[in-house]
């Protein structure tokens, strides 16, 4: 073998065998890798959204306690996400999956009915691991709209592309990429930077958070994430 060819088979045969190795798990236990996947797009996106809004402060902790919240969430949400896509593609035209009718169907449904549900949920999840069920209905009130906009942004041309051009076998692999910028707004959502209320209005009602921030408020937001 020459050396250009051992140098080529070198660098392209780890990531083959670790393509082989996630084919075998999600064949053999298909809710269990999903919802390992799922966990580590919670961790990749939460920590891209702390790095991220931190990136001004000199000094900042990383908040631990976020990320594994958000990895639980999306733990449940894989195996959720497993049963939901095997519905999604069994009842809604399957004899015509990737047709422009049946593309534009399930956008719909995913988007208009489950995200909203989901995101219900997470803020519900949220506010009790926070320890403050009471305020979940204020919590809906000020942050669910921006947030499911902030989704809408995000999943409607990623699932253009998902329920039209990607193949079902890798469905699960691609949305799962996604979600990773899904969890990256659901962990804004919960670090607070989306708000429906002007910045002075959010000072009043917090400001506690002012104090603790140095004069810089966050808000709290999610998206629904999109396991498979």
């Given at each position: ?109 995913d988007q208009f009915l489950f995200a909203p549900v ?111």
């Open positions: 073998m020459n050396p250009a060819a051992a140098i080529s088979r070198a660098l392209v045969h780890p990531p083959v065998q670790a393509w082989r190795s996630y084919l075998g798990h999600l064949e053999r236990n298909p809710r269990a890798t999903k919802s390992t996947t799922s966990v580590v797009a919670a961790i990749l996106g939460d920590a891209l959204a702390q790095h991220i809004s931190n990136r001004d402060k000199p000094h900042w902790e990383y908040d631990w306690g976020r990320t594994a919240r958000l990895a639980i969430f999306n733990s449940a949400m894989g195996v959720v996400g497993h049963e939901y896509y095997r519905v999604l593609d069994g009842r809604v035209m399957p004899h015509a999956a990737k047709s422009p009718r049946a593309v534009a169907t399930k956008i719909c449904i989901c995101t219900a949920i997470f803020y519900a999840y949220k506010v009790a691991t926070e320890g403050r069920p009471s305020d979940y209905v204020s919590e809906v009130q000020e942050k669910f709209v921006p947030t499911m906009l902030a989704g809408y942004k995000l999943w409607i041309p990623a699932h253009v592309v998902n329920f039209a051009l990607v193949p079902n076998r890798q469905r699960i692999l691609y949305a799962n990429v996604v979600s990773i910028f899904g969890t990256y707004i659901l962990s804004r959502a919960q670090a607070g930077d989306y708000t429906s209320k002007p910045a002075a209005e959010t000072q009043q009602v917090h400001p506690q958070v002012v104090r603790r921030r140095g004069g810089e408020v966050v808000g709290f937001e999610t998206v629904m994430l999109k396991e498979d």
